[in-house]
């Protein structure tokens, strides 16, 4: 190993949801120069890494643990040489890169995150659905079912479902089991479901069903994992109420509503309403 004064950076990418063109500028930019890649290969199809530049190490981390994972980048970075760390989705949602960065500032490795679409945000897109409706659930909770790695009190399934808000759970799809006892007290078993299967891959697959049916569709289809859950009010297929934003005698700070005077136009700054906001 060659030591360079100046110290390679470390790029947490995020990949997206296996799409290739679903990656951002920033991110692809990155692979294309950085001389070391290292993909998460059970959810970054490698066509999103052929772009890296020839004569580049690129590696699967599939079957790496973390020291390794950290033996390569800092030793990389010891280097002088750029590391590209692609992972899939966004890698702020169970990413594993806490872990990374740790290690990389025990060891003094700089490091840069670059977000990336994550497979919830993918799905909604598939199934052209708003996450969050007018007049229907205004909050949607990210989570996971509690699996091997279990999941903090304040984490419990039940308790996070007794708000019947939206739902997206991750890791989760094979205990549909748990899910659905957890859920259907509050939810019932008619509340609506959809699940998104690889989003973004070529074999892409969506069900909807009822939460009562949903572990046994699943079953059917045979997907295990690799699967986003939705459940809410947002699934339910009914029309969503009209939201202010758009209503034409609404004013905000950018329109002048059509019933409305001018002192409209200028709000009070603690009345504003932000760009978008509904
Ligand atoms: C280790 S987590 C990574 C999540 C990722 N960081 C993200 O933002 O989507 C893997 C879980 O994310 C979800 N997931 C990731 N990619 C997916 C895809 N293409 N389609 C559906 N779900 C996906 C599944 O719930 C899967 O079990």
Redesign the pocket.
């Known amino acids: 190993m060659s030591i360079s004064t100046t110290k390679g950076t470390v790029y947490f990418i995020?990949a997206?949801?296996?799409?290739p063109d679903l990656i951002t500028v920033r991110g692809r930019a990155l692979i294309e120069r950085c001389p070391v890649c290292l993909f998460?290969g059970?959810?970054v199809p490698r066509v999103i890494v052929s772009c890296a530049p020839a004569g580049a190490v690129v590696r699967n981390s599939a079957s790496m643990h973390l020291d390794a994972i950290v033996a390569l980048m800092t030793e990389a970075s010891a280097e002088g040489k750029d590391v590209a760390r692609v992972?899939?989705?966004?890698?702020?949602?169970?990413?594993?890169i806490a872990e990374q960065m740790r290690r990389l500032d025990e060891c003094e490795v700089p490091y840069e995150v670059v977000p990336?679409?994550?497979?919830?945000?993918?799905?909604a897109a598939a199934l052209k659905i708003e996450l969050t409706p007018a007049g229907k659930n205004q909050s949607v909770i990210l989570t996971?079912a509690a699996g091997r790695t279990g999941v903090p009190e304040v984490d419990d399934l039940a308790a996070l479902g007794s708000h019947g808000t939206g739902m997206a759970?991750?890791?989760?799809?094979d205990q549909m089991v748990e899910v659905v006892t957890a859920l259907q007290p509050r939810y019932g078993p008619e509340a609506p479901v959809v699940v998104?299967?690889?989003?973004?891959?070529p074999d892409?697959q969506f069900l909807r069903c009822s939460l009562a049916e949903v572990a046994a569709q699943m079953a059917n289809a045979g997907i295990t994992?690799?699967?986003?859950?939705f459940i809410g009010p947002m699934v339910d297929g009914a029309p969503a109420l009209e939201s202010h934003l758009y209503n034409k005698s609404y004013s905000h700070l950018f329109r002048k509503g059509a019933s409305a005077d001018e002192s409209a136009l200028e709000p009070e700054a603690d009345t504003m309403v932000e760009f978008d906001s509904p």
């Open positions: 995020g997206g949801p296996g799409d998460a059970s959810l992972h899939s989705g966004d890698p702020s949602l169970y990413g594993a990336g679409v994550s497979s919830y945000q993918a799905a996971r759970l991750f890791l989760s799809a998104a299967y690889r989003v973004g891959w892409q994992r690799t699967a986003l859950i």
